[in-house]
Nanobody, 124 residues
């Protein structure tokens, strides 16, 4: 069983920055591609970013490209999402997820393990 716990979400002003963290335990972390998704109440969960098992490949939603950066530390079992130039539309619950697929999967169905989420609120 794989456990994921996100942290770092909070209220931040538009234009500000925030770094989300996710600690993964239970299995060999480097066996999993990792992703970040977000969800606004009443809307579908959407892809934000993904990183390959070794960290050499990354993938971003168009809406965050150039503003967000995903990274991972396989020695620590951690994945991060650095969010810069935040906008009100970035407000959502952010979820960390682990996938057994190769590469940088974008589809929710490719991820078998999920965290509980952390709330990010961007005030305008």
């Amino acid at each position: 069983q794989v456990q994921l716990v996100e942290s770092g979400g909070r209220l931040v002003q538009a234009g500000g920055s925030l770094r989300l963290s996710c600690v993964v335990s239970g299995r060999t972390f480097s066996n999993y591609a990792m992703g970040w998704f977000r969800q606004v109440a009443g809307k579908e969960r959407e892809f934000v970013s993904a990183i390959s098992r070794g960290g050499g490949s990354t993938n971003y939603a168009d809406s965050v490209k150039g503003r967000f950066a995903i990274s991972r530390d396989n020695a620590k079992g951690m994945v991060y999402l650095q969010m810069n130039t935040l906008k009100a539309e970035d407000t959502a619950v952010y979820y960390c997820a682990a996938s057994e697929y190769a590469g940088t999967p974008r589809s929710l169905g490719n991820y078998a393990y999920w965290g509980q989420g952390t709330q990010v609120t961007v005030s305008s």
